[in-house]
């Protein structure tokens, strides 16, 4: 039978958990042990609060240390599932990956394994050597078929800091995404409020009037280059809507290539009831990519612990490669 080899970390409280009792603050920072587990542990004198053992009834405030021996293993587990992920950047506080399309970002429905929160989890144990001792903390999120950049949190701090960045919209995040038809204007802005679709469906999303709690919504666009019947844009979202970019280039008529759900002028696929946005699909679009074409190519923020202003690009994946190529190709022939 394995034995569990206890590890100790070290903490100093920080104004925003001062006040609060220790369960609850370590609770906050052991994301894979549960309240019971961590009371288990105080209770056995696991627990220092600036080097006295601390009591299960005692409260933290700014400043203090508290260090902890866990002397029991996590309970709180998920799954781990061993994937090939391209890591952009890593430290001690946060991982930046480039997120391949056809992979969910959390676990959902009967998806409980591969996803990319799994994936993370089998390459933090990895590289701690302890199963669960770190658990991946997600601040934002790309759709299953989307590509490119998404930000992860290793540490309560930086979660809470990083989710504080991404809530506000003082990130700024940039897309690469290859649209019907050909666009003339050179740069441009898409403002246009986005609700939920009145189609019985949750993940629908729509500019249209009728729209459900729309919210203010703005993307500002840029051509990069334009072809016979298709024209790639990078997109740079203002506001953080669900499906916005799909939605915004929709409405103006120049749904991206490959979208499942979302055609021209607010339209919706004609089999859009039978789709699911957690279910693995392809959709043909003529072209070597069989998704909607879209990759985060670029995610900047400040850093949550140094502060320093991060830039981080996501190479574009052989799909959208190819399918430019294709492009350009027809690009050539018809001159």
Not at 91 to 101: F, H, M, R, S, T
Not at 129 to 142: F, N, Q, W
Not at 257 to 274: C, L, Q, R, V
């Amino acid at each position: 039978m394995p034995t569990y080899s206890p590890h100790t970390f070290e903490f100093i409280v920080d104004r925003s958990l001062s006040g609060i009792r220790i369960d609850s603050f370590l609770v906050k920072h052991l994301r894979n042990y549960t309240p019971w587990r961590i009371q288990r542990i105080v209770a056995a004198g696991g627990v220092r609060i600036n080097n006295s053992v601390a009591e299960q009834t005692d409260r933290i405030f700014r400043g203090q240390t508290v260090s902890v021996r866990l002397i029991e293993p996590p309970d709180k587990l998920l799954a781990p599932k061993a994937m090939e992920l391209e890591i952009i950047y890593q430290d001690e506080w946060l991982i930046v990956v480039n997120k391949p399309a056809d992979l969910i970002v959390h676990p959902v429905g009967e998806e409980q394994s591969r996803t990319l929160v799994n994936g993370l989890q089998h390459l933090l144990n990895r590289q701690s050597g302890t199963k669960g001792i770190l658990r991946p903390g997600m601040v934002h999120r790309l759709d299953r078929q989307t590509s490119g950049a998404i930000a992860v949190a290793l540490t309560y701090n930086a979660h809470a800091k990083l989710a504080g960045e991404f809530e506000a919209s003082r990130v700024s995040k940039s897309y690469l995404a290859i649209v019907e038809g050909v666009i003339e204007r050179d740069e441009g802005r898409i403002d246009r409020p986005i609700g939920r679709a009145r189609s019985g469906r949750h993940v629908l999303m729509s500019c249209r009037p009728d729209a459900i709690k729309a919210k203010i919504s703005k993307t500002n666009f840029r051509v990069l280059e334009r072809f016979p019947n298709h024209t790639l844009v990078l997109a740079r979202p203002v506001t953080g809507r669900n499906h916005q970019i799909r939605v915004h280039f929709a409405h103006i008529g120049h749904p991206l290539m490959g979208d499942e759900f979302y055609k021209a002028h607010g339209k919706f696929h004609p089999n859009y009831s039978d789709l699911n946005d957690g279910e693995s699909r392809t959709v043909e679009t003529g072209f070597p990519i069989k998704r909607h074409a879209l990759h985060a190519v670029q995610l900047e923020f400040s850093h949550p612990i140094t502060s320093r202003w991060e830039t981080f690009i996501a190479p574009l994946p052989g799909d959208f490669l190819q399918t430019l190529g294709k492009l350009r190709q027809q690009q050539v022939a018809q001159r």
